[in-house]
Every structure is written in structure tokens, then in C-alpha cells.
């Protein structure tokens, strides 16, 4: 399964997200991809004040922290 994170440079909730998802996709064994949101003024106008947010396609699972239950429930949907 692959995932994306929405994310910006010099958010302290983007990085313990991101620190947090690389030890949990050691042991659940999912794809990620991260995305910078300012690279894309589409992105800044839905995401702006959200981020991080944790997606899986359309699927929101988290946003500001890290839920590792709800990524753990979804993940076995």
C-alpha cells in the first residue's frame, strides 16, 4: 500500500511525522511518498494550515500528529 505524507520544510509536526511513519513502515510495510506542499499553490490552498497530513489516495487518516491506530486500522481495511 502507498501513502502519502503532505508536508513543508521547517514544520516541527511535518518532521515527528515523518520520524514517527519511517519507524512504523519499517514494521507495517507500506509505501511512502512525501510531498512538499509549497512546491504547488494548489496544495498550499488545500493543505495551508493542515499539514502534515497523512493520505492513503483520497482517504484522510491523520493530520497534525501521527495516529499510529488509526494508520494500523486502516492499513488492514
Do not use: N, W
Amino acid at each position: 500500500m502507498s501513502l502519502t505524507l503532505y508536508s513543508r520544510s521547517g514544520c516541527h509536526l511535518c518532521e515527528d511525522m515523518a520520524a514517527a511513519l519511517d519507524e512504523l513502515q519499517k514494521e507495517l510495510g507500506f509505501q511512502l511518498e512525501r510531498i512538499d506542499i509549497d512546491s504547488d499553490p494548489a496544495l498550499i490552498e488545500v493543505y495551508g494550515t493542515l499539514v502534515p497530513v497523512l493520505k492513503d489516495g483520497d482517504t484522510e487518516i491523520c493530520h497534525y500528529f501521527l495516529d499510529p491506530q488509526a494508520l494500523r486500522d486502516h492499513l488492514v481495511i
